[in-house]
């Protein structure tokens, strides 16, 4: 039994028995692992993962606290990842079109005793640490449904099969996907993993908590000549180019070797429907403070990723019968100090612990959690983020009176769902951009998902499904004025018009399904919630390099 309708029955399919399997292999999936793995060697672990490689799908910052990590590897020190730079300087900066002021930097930013580093590449760095430990990690294997019994408990997932044509018809080749069954299955999908959205909906995990909020985040690697670099140098900064309206800013890291880190978030509960996550960016590089230290250098690798910021009040039920949530998937990332690494890693040493004692059993686990460090962490900081949909000031003021009380203010912010927040045309006054010119690369987005290095099989099912294409040339149009095609940064939804058999044309929508990122914002910002991100084939997507 699968958890999508008309799965066909009949197709004879290999079965790969577990202990456990485990969906995803970034930071929390494969800490889960191998911590699992420590306190019980002789039980069978598999991790799945849907990238081509291990890492070629993680994006983030990334500025990561080593605590969780002494305790998961005390030793790691002696062998660290490939990019890990001790975090020397902080820097705040409040940014006007031209300037802007450095501003102290807030208690929670402060990266003393931390260090940046590629978590694509701390991924891949993991990766063999756990398979010598007896893991089994599979990339390429993207778990399209999961399995359950018959009283539906979660008895493991169902990878998508391979070679299937647009048509839905089996090309030359053509491998079903197999069945890989385990007493316990762990979601450690990241953010909006496509299983979990289901699995929430099925169990009703959210029923107790506010909807999950999202923001997007975009990411490029630069290689600049080296005396521009300061290494461990981390600067952060918030205003242009967003309006006081819009949830945004700036990270920029100094790595080693002549190599910059730098990238934007937008927050997906942005009103205006103009508004372009990827152009904000780009205007962002053009900055006097930035553009020079990006002239004359080149781009290595970029992309985008949806990150989860609902906080402590948008956690869902953590585990159901057969299955449990961890990480990002969980919703455990710490929006001020813009930190979620720690707590992947802290929740899946704490779900392998909580397995270990309780034989296998996910119940209980949601209960650990919440009386964890981990989300002590999260109810510090609930109201933060909340308070910036009232404005950029009135956030500010907010989050100092939040960190002034340590969290003890006597109540909860409410979060909304991201789709919801969108104004219709009519109703929104879009503000004075103030934008610059552009002269940094890229030029547009197609250029950017070269750098993503992503790759599809174009004659394999589109996997953004729309709901009905109608509203988008009809509904759409009018009262939003297609965001699709704005918020996306990959270029994937396009309106074109066609010309008609008896004169005239008609528009439809065009979705460019190959030049997916996976970054799941339409799976998030689609104001009619007729989008739905699915996974394509195994081993299909983006390609990053030290992202």
């Known amino acids: 039994m699968t958890d ?41 672990v598999c991790v799945i993962e849907k ?8 994006l983030s910052g990334a500025v990561i606290e080593t605590g969780p990590l002494d305790a998961l590897l005390p030793q790691w020190r002696d062998n660290p990842p490939p990019i890990c730079v001790p975090a020397t300087e902080d820097e705040f900066w409040l940014l006007t079109r031209d300037g802007g002021r450095k501003l102290p930097v807030p208690p929670g930013m402060n990266n003393h005793g931390n260090v940046i580093v590629s978590l694509g590449a701390m991924c891949a760095w993991l990766a063999p640490q756990a398979e010598a430990l007896g893991v089994e990690i599979y990339p390429g294997f993207a778990a399209s449904e999961t399995l359950h019994a018959d009283d539906g408990t979660v008895i493991g997932v169902r990878i998508g099969d391979m070679g299937v044509a647009k048509d839905g018809s089996h090309k030359p080749g053509y491998t079903a996907g197999i069945d890989i069954r385990a007493k316990v299955t762990v979601l450690a999908e990241g953010a909006r993993g496509h299983l979990t959205k289901r699995l929430v909906k099925r169990f009703q995990l959210d029923a107790g908590s506010d909807p999950q909020g999202y923001s997007i985040g975009i990411k490029e690697l630069w290689q600049v000549p080296a005396e521009r670099v300061q290494p461990g140098k981390i600067v952060h900064s918030f205003g242009w180019p967003a309006d006081t309206h819009t949830y945004g800013g700036s990270f920029l890291y100094h790595l080693d070797k002549g190599r910059i880190a730098l990238g934007y978030v937008s927050g997906l509960d942005y009103r205006d429907p103009q508004y372009k996550p990827w ?29 989860v910021t609902g906080g402590w009040q948008s956690l869902p039920k953590v585990e159901m019968p057969g299955a449990l949530l961890i990480g990002d998937t969980a919703g455990l990332l710490n929006v001020p100090k813009i930190k979620g690494t720690h707590q992947a890693i802290r929740s899946g040493m704490l779900a392998a612990e909580h397995l270990h004692a309780a034989q296998l059993s996910p119940a209980g686990f949601d209960a650990k959690l919440r009386a964890s460090d981990a989300m002590a962490e999260l109810k510090k900081v609930r109201n933060i983020k909340p308070g910036f949909k009232r404005g950029l000031w009135w956030g500010m003021l907010n989050a100092a ?22 104004d219709k045309v009519g109703e929104h006054e879009s503000p004075r951009r103030d934008y610059t010119d ?29 709901a009905d294409t109608s509203i988008c040339v009809t509904r759409c149009v009018e009262e939003y004025n297609n965001p699709c095609t704005r918020f996306c940064p990959a270029g994937v939804y396009e309106i ?4 008609q058999a008896g004169g005239g044309s008609a528009k439809r929508l065009q979705i460019n399904a190959a030049n997916c990122v996976h ?20 081993g299909a997507g983006p390609n990053y390099q030290n992202l």
Request: charged share 25%; net charge negative.
């Open 519 to 538: 970054c799941k914002t339409c799976d998030i910002k689609d104001p009619y919630e007729i989008i739905t991100w699915v996974t394509p084939e195994g």
């Open 4 to 44: 999508v309708p008309g799965t066909a029955p009949d197709i004879e399919r290999d079965v790969m028995e577990y202990d456990v399997v485990t969906v995803g292999a970034g930071p929390a999936g494969l800490s889960f692992a191998i911590r699992l793995k420590q306190l019980n060697p002789e039980l069978s």
């Open 401 to 422: 009176w939040e960190t002034l009380t340590g969290g003890h203010s006597p109540w909860t912010l409410k979060n909304k769902p991201d789709w919801s927040s969108l």
């Open 279 to 307: 152009e904000a960016f780009q205007q962002w590089k053009n900055h006097p403070l930035v553009k020079p230290l990006l002239e004359g250098g080149t781009i290595v690798s970029a992309g985008a990723r949806a990150i």
């Open 438 to 466: 552009r002269t940094l690369e890229p030029r547009d987005r197609l250029a950017g998902v070269y750098y993503a290095a992503t790759e599809h099989d174009e004659d394999q099912p589109v996997h953004l499904k729309v």
């Open 496 to 499: 074109v018009e066609e010309a």
């Open 51 to 58: 990238a081509s490689t291990i890492g070629a799908h993680i």
